[in-house]
């Protein structure tokens, strides 16, 4: 453990590597927490968001039916599953360009 009141400057080079994989490891656990935040996009603007591609291109694909799973719909209103659509896509093995 590293003295808190140690200057940066009289760390040896193991300390200081040791001290950057604590701080990355810190970083990384409060990361994991603000990726889950957000589970659900909402219209074809959050579905063009989730598969990185325009609007138009999100409602053709929405309207082939192959993210039925991962959608649904009332009315007007479009709820789109993130982790969902992700994982169809993966599972069909389709590529977006």
Not at 27 to 33: D, Q
């Amino acid at each position: 453990m590293i003295n808190p009141h140690t200057p940066l400057w009289q760390l040896t080079v193991s300390e200081y590597t040791e001290l950057n994989k604590s701080i990355l490891r810190s970083i990384i656990e409060g990361l994991k927490g603000v990726r889950g935040e957000k589970k659900y996009e909402y219209g074809l603007i959050g579905l063009a968001k989730i598969l990185g591609c325009s609007r138009s291109k999100a409602s053709r694909i929405k309207s082939t039916g192959i993210l039925d799973e991962a959608i649904s719909q009332d009315q007007r209103t479009i709820v789109v599953d993130r982790e969902k659509v992700l994982e169809i896509l993966r599972e069909k093995g389709i590529k977006l360009d």
